[in-house]
Nanobody, 115 residues
Framework: QVQLVESGGGLGQPGGSLRLSCAASGSIFTVAGMGWYRQAPGKERELVASITSGGISYLADSVKGRFTISRDNGKNTVYLEMNALKAEDTAVYYC?????????WGQGTQVTVSS
């Protein structure tokens, strides 16, 4: 059984930074793809960033140049470094693990960007 626990959300200033972490239980982390999704009020959930088991990353156009995704297989943890925050980054952020066509989700962490 896989469990994902996110942390690091909260209130960020416009132009500021936050770092999200997602710790995974279970033994499949090192061979799984990981991703961060977000869902703003009234909008559909969207993919923000993903990283393969081999470390190849993808970033949505809306966050390129501002966000970075990384993973530490020794800690079973994936990170989302968010810089130059904008108000439109406000959303609930969800960690995702994908393996063998199955998806597991974290409980979500709120990120609010406001002065």
């Amino acid at each position: 059984q896989v469990q994902l626990v996110e942390s690091g959300g909260g209130l960020g200033q416009p132009g500021g930074s936050l770092r999200l972490s997602c710790a995974a239980s279970g033994s499949i982390f090192t061979v799984a793809g990981m991703g961060w999704y977000r869902q703003a009020p009234g909008k559909e959930r969207e993919l923000v960033a993903s990283i393969t088991s081999g470390g190849i990353s993808y970033l949505a156009d809306s966050v390129k140049g501002r966000f970075t995704i990384s993973r530490d297989n020794g800690k079973n943890t994936v990170y989302l470094e968010m810089n130059a925050l904008k108000a439109e980054d406000t959303a609930v952020y969800y960690c995702n693990l994908n393996r063998g066509g199955r998806d597991w989700w974290g409980q979500g962490t709120q990120v609010t960007v406001s002065s």
